[in-house]
């Protein structure tokens, strides 16, 4: 072959690969141990079969001072509600990009927080570590001047606060580890007082944290918990007795125990309005397994129980409240560094969005927004990790109205899909776990459904596709072949799983020279074309399909 011949031949070579560069920004580097296979999901679209609020993100700001520490690591520095930097722009910027983000201040010292308002005759001090106390610290204290200055960053922001309250006061801790006696309210009162006097803005106050069932530290039974929180709510109506809407009541904030929860909601009837639970089902975050655990889809399925559980419980009683996830952080404390913080959290933490709002979850709310391991945000540049892109996509394109959705062809595939949100058609997200496999994905429409029961089941339980008699490919509209789909690629940098940078469609997701949070913008693709899911990779797809279920 001459010099000419091999100079065309690479020239063409070069041209390929430039264009599938350009065209698939799912696969970023070439390896030929990768296969192809195919996959179909399959999407109900003749009704939805659970709701989530509009503001379904939401994340946490914790209490922990410098000195908490895990496995030998203080990942917490300066972000606490206490000490955070609330002029960082960068903190401004990515709670304003959500408009609205609903933020929960609360967690473990929660229940050792003195308010000091005029009517508190407690020393005001900051928590010390002090190992023979419970939780390791002595009680801690929120100035008032502290709460002014967060209250002015919540309303620059546009955040949607829910208060985590002290729910230990007046009780004293017997020898078994229980709680014993009714909760004192009388500082929470004086502080919510303040806050009304102060015209400052609650979405919800929560009673309490982990102090349900079994407990952690502390234990209170159901029917003294549920007394207290009827308590809480008839303060609140009180004080807000001339201000329309109130805050919602939310209870009990802790982890999900069947009896212990269906006495609670018996118990107190309508005066809770949503029943908040928490989620650490990757185990503890010295355990080195969390990444395995995370790549396992049947480890994954292992939280449909308390979900499901929950969601029947809450069907089977009198009560309206709704099921939120009040806290959520994967690896509990503080979650592990170099997993929590890195690209292969969104794998978990987005199959954690999809499987709760399958199962009826109005709200859930990520620990933490910065702090730990599992911030959002970094503890120290406040720069955004991976999981802060992953919640703002799912914030933008996913809506409300959850759709029934069997994927087949793999078990590595986890498929969920939405009404679109403020827009016309449906979002779909697949979370491929395989790193060797590239999934060509083709959407299909159940004609005929089962039922949502089955549905769901299937869906969960073993990822097979739950087939009708009728089913049908999506037919598009006149034209199809010059329609586009929008498709959003979320890659780990140089296919690093533990990277703290997102590939978004290939570019990675950086804050401008202001702090500013950057676009998310989509690759247009043809809709007759199936759906590229590259090898350990997240793609966010909005289909441009009319279903009865999202008119």
């Not at 979320?490 to 949070?517: E, F, P, V, Y």
Request: charged share 20%; aromatic share 10%.
């Amino acid at each position: 072959m001459g010099f000419q011949s091999l100079l065309k031949g690479y020239y063409f070579l070069l041209f390929i690969f430039s264009y599938v560069t350009s065209q698939s920004t799912a696969v970023t580097l070439v390896d030929k141990n990768i296969s192809t296979i195919e996959g179909s999901v399959f999407i109900d679209g003749k009704s939805s079969i659970a709701k989530t609020d509009e503001d379904f993100i939401c994340a946490t700001l914790d209490w922990w001072p410098p000195e908490k520490c895990d496995y030998g690591r203080c990942s917490w520095d300066h972000s606490s509600l206490i000490n955070l930097d609330l002029d960082n722009n960068i903190l401004l910027n990515a709670v304003k990009a959500f408009s609205p983000l609903k933020l929960r201040l609360g967690g473990t010292l929660q229940d050792k927080v003195i308010y000091d308002t005029d009517e508190n005759h407690e020393p005001c001090n900051q928590f010390v570590k002090n190992t023979t106390e419970m939780f390791s610290f002595t009680k801690g204290c929120l100035h008032m001047d502290r709460w002014d200055e967060l209250n002015a960053f919540f309303k620059k922001s546009g955040a949607r606060i829910i208060f985590g309250l002290n729910a230990l006061t007046g009780r004293s801790i017997q020898s078994d580890g229980s709680a014993a006696g009714n909760w004192n309210y009388s500082n929470a009162k004086s502080f919510i007082s303040y806050t009304v006097k102060k015209n400052y803005s609650i979405y919800a106050w929560e009673l309490g944290n982990e102090l349900c069932g079994s407990g952690v530290g502390t234990r209170v039974a159901a029917d003294q918990y549920a007394l207290d929180t009827i308590s809480l709510h008839d303060v609140v109506q009180n004080i807000y007795s001339d201000i329309e809407p109130k805050p919602l009541i939310l209870s009990p904030g802790g982890f999900f125990e069947e009896n212990w929860f269906k006495e609670f909601i018996n118990r107190t009837g309508d005066n809770v309005d949503a029943l908040t639970h928490h989620i650490y089902n990757l185990g503890p975050g010295s355990d080195p397994r969390v990444l395995e655990k995370i790549l396992d889809p049947s480890y994954l399925d292992n939280a449909i129980d308390s979900f499901s559980k929950l969601e029947s419980t809450l069907k089977s009683s009198a009560t309206s409240a709704t099921a939120w996830v009040g806290e959520s952080g994967g690896a509990y404390n503080s979650g592990r560094n170099g997993v929590s913080n890195a690209f292969v959290y969104s794998f978990w933490y987005l199959d954690q969005l999809g499987m709760s709002a399958v199962y009826d979850t109005k709200t859930y709310c990520r620990q933490t927004l910065i702090g730990g391991n599992y911030g959002l945000l970094d503890t120290t540049t406040f720069v955004p990790n991976p999981d802060y892109y992953s919640a703002l996509l799912w914030h933008k394109l996913m809506g409300t109205k959850v759709l029934s959705t069997n994927f087949s062809g793999t078990k590595k595939i986890r498929a969920y899909a939405h009404c679109a949100k403020e827009s016309t058609g449906i979002t779909l997200l697949l979370i491929n776990l395989d790193k060797n496999t590239t999934v060509q994905v083709q959407v299909t429409l159940n004609n005929k459904g089962a039922s949502h029961h089955n549905h769901r089941h299937h869906k969960h339980r073993s990822f097979i596709s739950h087939r009708s008699n009728k089913t049908r490919v999506i037919q598009l509209p006149e034209g199809a072949a010059a329609s586009t789909r929008d498709e959003y690629h979320l890659t780990a940098k140089d296919g690093d799983l533990q990277s703290r940078r997102m590939l978004l469609n290939g570019k990675i997701l950086n804050l401008n020279s202001d702090g500013d949070i950057p676009t998310l913008d989509p690759m247009h693709v043809n809709s007759s074309e199936p759906i590229t899911v590259a090898p350990f990779s997240i793609v966010f797809v909005h289909l441009p399909y009319l279903l009865p279920a999202c008119k």
